[in-house]
């Protein structure tokens, strides 16, 4: 197993220095951050071009049809969506900017919170930790903001020890009274990289935990049933 994780998808090859693997990953992230920008605000401005050249239509329309006619109302649906369309846009581009800018000897933990019905879940302590044998390292704590998203940067000092050379990362989520949330210890992201992201949906944990007891009572049924048919 050891082999196998110097090498590419497990695969057989060329060996892969871990550090210049993180440092292409890294430089790969911050593009695809840079060029999402770029992309999305050149969204935005045509849709703002549509939407005007679109509501101009419709006042012409207006002037010559009435306000009730058919294509006027056509027109003006269109320059109502297309106004909607740049609107979502333009939060999208300013909720990409707001994503962290890690420099090359940080290390990020970031991703989305929502709740069960999949909305935003905002004002939420995100903690993250690296697993330790004796204590667990807090590595950050922060709260979700307007977009349930959260970000926490912290360095190669705060979980290098002797024999660990990546973080073993988990993520507490928490109200702002305490009360947990979500955890995700069972679920370690065991040789984590420098930039690491979570898509937590709450209230998921609670109902695995429910069907597992509910299998555990059914199973538990059976076998009393098949003993009982067996003695009889």
Not at 18 to 38: G, I, R
Not at 111 to 121: L, Y
Not at 154 to 176: C, G, I, M, Q, W
Not at 225 to 231: A, D, F, L, V, Y
């Amino acid at each position: 197993m050891q082999d196998e994780n110097r090498f590419v998808g497990g695969m057989s090859g060329q060996e892969v220095d871990p550090k210049l693997l993180q440092e292409v990953l890294f430089n790969v992230m911050k593009q695809t951050s840079e060029d999402s920008v770029k992309a999305l605000e050149t969204f935005t401005k045509q849709q703002q071009h549509r939407a005007e050249r679109l509501n101009q239509a419709a006042k012409a329309l207006h002037k010559k049809h009435g306000e009730e006619h058919p294509d006027v109302l056509a027109v003006e649906r269109m320059a109502k969506s297309a106004d909607g369309l740049k609107s979502k846009l333009g939060k999208q581009t300013k909720r990409v900017k707001s994503f962290p800018k890690v420099r090359s000897f940080e290390w990020v933990v970031f991703g989305t919170v929502r709740d069960e019905s999949g909305q935003p879940a905002t004002n939420l302590v995100v903690r993250v930790f690296d697993k330790d044998r004796k204590y667990d390292d807090l590595l950050g704590e922060t709260e979700t903001d307007a977009n349930g998203d959260f970000s926490i940067i912290y360095h190669e000092r705060d979980f290098k020890e002797s024999n660990e050379d990546l973080p073993e990362l988990y993520v507490l989520v928490t109200d702002a009274k305490g009360k947990l949330l979500y955890t995700s210890r069972d679920n370690l992201r065991f040789n984590a990289g420098q930039s690491e992201y979570f898509a937590i949906r709450l209230g998921t944990q609670t109902k695995r935990k429910a069907a597992t007891k509910k299998k555990s009572t059914v199973d538990a049924a059976a076998t009393t049933i098949r003993q009982k048919k067996g003695s009889g």
